[in-house]
């Protein structure tokens, strides 16, 4: 009973786990296994995890959201704000980070409207947030795991990696505030209630994370050596704040682990390298989107790496790979889970509009990569 539980928690960590093992009978463990884990990418991620994680434990990112909406006053400026949110934070706290501080505080906020004005705006809300994270994200290496992974593997600095990406970020943007102006073309003048929030946050404790979040960005940049960064967040969490490090998403870093030894291992095999090395040769774009959609983008990414040069394309191909069906983003699944929870039987039709929204997005931005080509 509790491996149908795991695997039913933790899909995407279950199937990577298998797969490394079953590829171990074939590539027994040896020497050469130590290779195939990329530190630098595990050292990074568990930093930035943790530090996102100890800042939405102090509310910071719930602070900033109500801050932004003690100014609003009509539908389309409760959208913008909602959906900017998450298009915008998760540049920098990842499009997990964003959809799980931001959607729950979208049902707070949204309940307290009228009930027609609540049905009306809700799922769309949620279904645009979803997109704006998985967007929004793909602009900088911090902004998800996949960018991270393959911005390190690239050797591009920062300014390349954002150039790369900005015309399919403005792009979306657009599409968002287009989507938006024409759910709110109706919309009326609103009132929200908005309740002073006793602060939990610590000073000690913010400043702490802000020193150890900036100290993880020089290490994304290469300016300090990821070491340095890992051991001072792992050290300064430890004596200032443990609790932290219990709700670090581990299963992530540890899919990433398992999926270094299941690539490792294919790489061995040399017709199989080939083949896929065929395959990929000229269409990493199109064969990241479509393997994203079965895999996610973040297995995809790691997958794909191991067999081209061709990182930009990559980069670019993961990125749009995150739109499409449910599981190609797998932060995508947090709204979903959302919704499941609040309003289990309308989950339907979230899942109706999240998937032609999403292939709409895609096919858009598909087509203007397209034209650049």
């Given at each position: 009973?509790?491996?149908?539980?795991?695997?039913?928690?933790?899909?995407?960590?279950?199937?990577?786990?298998?797969?490394?093992?079953?590829?171990s009978?074939?590539?027994?463990?040896?020497?050469?296994?130590?290779?195939?884990i990329?530190?630098?990418?595990?050292?990074?991620?568990?930093?930035?995890?943790?530090?996102?994680?100890?800042?939405?434990g102090?509310?910071?990112?719930?602070?900033?959201?109500?801050?932004?909406?003690?100014?609003?006053?009509?539908?389309?400026?409760l959208?913008?704000?909602?959906?900017?949110?998450?298009?915008?934070?998760?540049?920098?706290?990842t499009?997990?980070?964003?959809?799980?501080?931001f959607?729950?505080?979208?049902?707070?906020?949204l309940?307290r409207?009228?009930?027609?004005?609540?049905?009306k705006?809700?799922?769309?809300?949620?279904?645009?947030?979803?997109?704006?994270?998985?967007?929004?994200?793909?602009?900088?290496?911090?902004?998800?795991?996949?960018?991270?992974?393959?911005?390190g593997k690239?050797?591009?600095?920062?300014?390349?990696?954002?150039?790369?990406?900005?015309?399919?970020?403005?792009?979306?943007?657009?599409l968002?505030?287009?989507?938006?102006?024409?759910?709110?073309?109706?919309?009326?003048?609103?009132?929200?209630?908005?309740?002073?929030?006793?602060?939990?946050?610590?000073?000690?404790l913010?400043s702490?994370?802000?020193?150890?979040?900036?100290?993880?960005?020089?290490?994304?940049?290469?300016?300090?050596?990821?070491?340095?960064?890992?051991?001072?967040?792992?050290?300064?969490?430890?004596?200032?704040?443990?609790?932290?490090?219990?709700?670090?998403?581990?299963?992530?870093?540890?899919?990433?682990?398992?999926?270094?030894?299941?690539?490792?291992?294919?790489?061995?095999f040399?017709?199989?390298?080939?083949?896929?090395q065929?395959?990929?040769t000229?269409?990493?774009?199109?064969?990241?989107?479509l393997?994203?959609?079965?895999?996610?983008?973040?297995?995809?990414?790691?997958?794909?790496?191991?067999?081209?040069?061709?990182?930009?394309?990559?980069?670019?191909?993961?990125?749009?790979?995150?739109?499409?069906?449910?599981?190609?983003?797998?932060?995508?699944?947090?709204?979903?889970?959302?919704?499941?929870?609040?309003?289990?039987?309308?989950?339907?039709?979230?899942?109706?509009?999240?998937?032609?929204?999403?292939?709409?997005f895609?096919?858009v931005?598909?087509?203007?990569?397209?034209?650049?080509?």
């Amino acid at each position: 009973m509790a491996i149908p539980r795991i695997f039913q928690k933790e899909p995407v960590l279950s199937i990577a786990a298998c797969l490394a093992l079953v590829s171990s009978c074939f590539v027994p463990p040896d020497a050469e296994y130590l290779g195939y884990i990329d530190f630098r990418t595990l050292a990074i991620l568990f930093s930035l995890m943790t530090v996102m994680t100890g800042l939405r434990g102090q509310g910071v990112f719930d602070w900033l959201g109500r801050a932004l909406l003690s100014h609003t006053r009509t539908t389309f400026q409760l959208t913008a704000v909602l959906v900017g949110l998450c298009f915008f934070s998760s540049m920098v706290i990842t499009n997990d980070v964003s959809l799980l501080t931001f959607v729950p505080f979208t049902f707070v906020v949204l309940n307290r409207l009228d009930t027609a004005v609540r049905d009306k705006l809700l799922f769309p809300i949620v279904c645009m947030q979803t997109i704006a994270a998985n967007l929004g994200s793909m602009l900088t290496p911090l902004g998800n795991p996949q960018n991270l992974y393959l911005y390190g593997k690239s050797g591009m600095d920062m300014g390349s990696f954002v150039l790369l990406m900005l015309p399919y970020s403005i792009l979306s943007l657009a599409l968002l505030a287009l989507w938006a102006a024409g759910l709110c073309r109706r919309g009326a003048e609103i009132t929200l209630a908005h309740s002073e929030v006793a602060s939990r946050a610590s000073k000690a404790l913010l400043s702490l994370y802000s020193i150890l979040f900036v100290l993880c960005l020089l290490a994304v940049l290469r300016i300090l050596p990821y070491g340095i960064a890992f051991a001072a967040v792992l050290t300064g969490v430890l004596l200032a704040n443990r609790d932290t490090l219990h709700r670090v998403d581990y299963s992530l870093i540890l899919t990433f682990v398992a999926l270094f030894i299941f690539i490792g291992n294919l790489g061995r095999f040399a017709a199989f390298s080939g083949w896929l090395q065929h395959i990929l040769t000229g269409h990493e774009v199109w064969v990241s989107v479509l393997a994203s959609q079965v895999t996610s983008n973040v297995p995809a990414a790691i997958l794909l790496s191991g067999f081209t040069e061709n990182i930009r394309a990559l980069i670019i191909g993961t990125n749009l790979g995150g739109l499409g069906t449910l599981i190609a983003s797998m932060a995508s699944l947090i709204s979903y889970r959302e919704i499941a929870r609040e309003l289990p039987t309308q989950k339907g039709r979230y899942f109706a509009l999240f998937t032609v929204s999403n292939i709409l997005f895609l096919t858009v931005l598909m087509g203007a990569w397209a034209l650049t080509e």
